[in-house]
């Protein structure tokens, strides 16, 4: 480890630790999810226990709030990816065995009016099956059908509520990724898409979400955009300084989470750079919690162990 990290690393737990009182969220860019993975990675660098306890804390905290059902769609998401890294890696068990039988018990009575007056209430439960079950169950199955039947059951992307569109977009590209399902998934993706930027409330969409949902590129956007008289707010999205800063934080915590591994343990050389270029101009500025500290601080454990 380099030592000239140590101190601001330290650091950055510290602030952590003080300000977790006044977290409410358990998302993974802006909450307590974020934190517990930061703390796990600095825990096993610098072989402290105590950090290691209040991650294991902090995941004892988030289930007792999964089970009261407390998530929104991106909360719910970003829930699903961090849980499956922390699997992975090995610092949480898998044990859902017995949630994921009382989920099937309870899909098998839901028919498609019920999901769509209650997506929310299913929403985590969706984005658990597709993360953290990897293989093909009836489980998955039955959720699956559950949703496309809703989808099929409406004639166009409008008479959706708009969260339920984020949620159908995000099921339905990890959907397609099952061969099977790819057609079906694919062709309902691309007509959500067409009719999602005619509807009025997309001049007030979040662009990382509708990324992250749809998997469609800046270039799309703006094409897109300009074609229903957005393109001011497309290239403001794109060109804001700060939203930079902040993209920066969340493609981190992205490229951590999915292709750290891919790199043998190493974070993208492009995302290292970023790290030795801004992290103290960041820390400078006493970035807050909802700035993405933990993000920073975890990029900067793996960009010292890839040194």
């Given at each position: ?25 358990y998302?993974?860019f ?45 909360d ?16 949480i ?8 039988s ?13 999901l ?24 998955k ?167």
């Amino acid at each position: 480890m380099k030592k000239g990290y140590k101190e601001e690393l330290y650091s950055i737990s510290n602030t952590l630790l003080l300000n977790i009182q006044n977290v409410n969220s358990y998302s993974l860019f802006e909450g307590k999810l974020g934190i517990a993975i930061y703390y796990y990675n600095f825990a096993s660098c610098y072989n402290n226990e105590l950090y290691h306890q209040y991650a294991n804390d902090i995941i004892k905290d988030l289930f007792a709030n999964l089970k009261a059902n407390k998530f929104d769609l991106l909360d719910s998401i970003e829930m699903s990816i961090g849980v499956s890294y922390l699997i992975k890696k090995k610092y949480i068990a898998n044990d859902f065995k017995v949630m994921i039988s009382n989920i099937h018990k309870s899909l098998l009575l839901i028919n498609s009016n019920y999901l769509y007056r209650n997506h929310r209430k299913l929403t985590y439960i969706g984005v658990f099956l597709l993360k953290i079950i990897r293989k093909n169950s009836s489980t998955k199955e039955a959720l699956i059908n559950k949703v496309l039947a809703v989808y099929e059951s409406m004639h166009y992307a409008s008479h959706l509520p708009e969260n339920y569109i984020d949620f159908l977009l995000y099921f339905l590209t990890n959907v397609g990724q099952v061969e099977k399902h790819k057609q079906k998934a694919d062709s309902i993706i691309h007509r959500i898409r067409v009719e999602y930027f005619k509807l009025n409330h997309l001049k007030n969409i979040n662009y990382d979400n509708f990324c992250l949902m749809t998997n469609i590129k800046t270039d799309f956007y703006i094409k897109e955009s300009a074609k229903n008289g957005l393109y001011d707010s497309a290239n403001h999205i794109k060109n804001n300084e700060e939203d930079l800063v902040n993209r920066f934080v969340k493609k981190n915590i992205y490229n951590l989470l999915f292709d750290i591994e891919a790199s043998n343990g190493k974070i993208p050389i492009n995302i290292s750079s970023i790290v030795r270029d801004k992290q103290q101009i960041l820390i400078e500025k006493n970035i807050t919690l909802n700035d993405g500290l933990a993000g920073i601080g975890l990029a900067m454990l793996h960009h010292v162990d890839a040194k």
